[in-house]
C-alpha cells in the first residue's frame, strides 16, 4: 500500500508541474491547504499533510520551496514506538515573500511581512516584519530596513511594469551590455 501512494504521489508531483499557478492553488485547496487571496504558489511540491499548512494573503511561494508537516525521525524509535508519527502545523503571515527552495519544518510559524531568502531552513517562530535568510534561517533585519536597502540598490531598476525586451533593453543598457 505505501508503494502505491508513493507512485501516485510521484505521478500527481510530475502532473502538478504542469498547471497554471490558479488550477495549482485550486488543487492544493482540494487536498486541504488554506491558501488566502492573491498568493502566487510556483512550487512542485507537495505538502504530505496539505491540511497542516496555512497561508495567508498575498504570499509569494517560489520553485522548490517545502513544507515538511511530520518528522521522520521518529524512525529511530520505532523498535519502541511501531506505530509513532509526530506532526506539526505551519504557517505563513500576510505579504510575506518566500525565496527559492526553502524548507519549513514542522511546527514553524511566519509572522506578516517576512521574507524569507532562498535555500532557507526554517523552524519555530519568525516575528512580523522579519526577513530571514540561512540554514537554521535566523532574522538578519527588518523589512523596513531591508525596503531602504533594496530602494537605495544601484541595480534597482522600474521596469516591472515592462515586457521582457523592453526590459531587456533597459537591463543590459544597466549593466553595459552589447
Known amino acids: 500500500m505505501a508503494k ?3 507512485i501516485l504521489n510521484k505521478i500527481r508531483k510530475k502532473l ?27 512550487s512542485n511540491k507537495i505538502p ?31 523498535k519502541k514506538n511501531p506505530k509513532l508519527d509526530v ?27 517576512c521574507i524569507i531568502g532562498a535555500g532557507s531552513v526554517v523552524r519555530g517562530v519568525i516575528p512580523d516584519n522579519s526577513v530571514v535568510m540561512g540554514n ?14 533594496s530602494l537605495n540598490n544601484k541595480n534597482a531598476l522600474q521596469t516591472k511594469h515592462l515586457n521582457m525586451a523592453e526590459k531587456a533593453v533597459i537591463i543590459k543598457k544597466h549593466f553595459n551590455i552589447d
Open 16 to 42: 502538478f508541474g504542469f498547471k497554471s499557478i490558479e488550477s495549482r492553488i485550486n488543487y492544493l485547496r482540494s487536498q486541504g491547504l488554506k491558501i488566502g487571496e492573491g498568493c502566487l504558489y510556483f
Open 48 to 78: 504530505p499533510e496539505p491540511y497542516l499548512v496555512e497561508i495567508g494573503n498575498h504570499v509569494v511561494i517560489s520553485s522548490d520551496t517545502e513544507f515538511i508537516t511530520h518528522d521522520g525521525s521518529v524512525w529511530v524509535f520505532r
Open 136 to 149: 537554521p534561517a535566523k532574522v538578519i533585519m527588518s523589512t523596513e530596513l531591508m525596503e531602504k536597502l
Open 87 to 113: 506532526f506539526g502545523m505551519t504557517t505563513v503571515g500576510n505579504n510575506t515573500f518566500i525565496g527559492i527552495g526553502c524548507i519549513f519544518l514542522p511546527n514553524t510559524k511566519i509572522g506578516e511581512n
Open 4 to 6: 502505491i501512494s508513493f
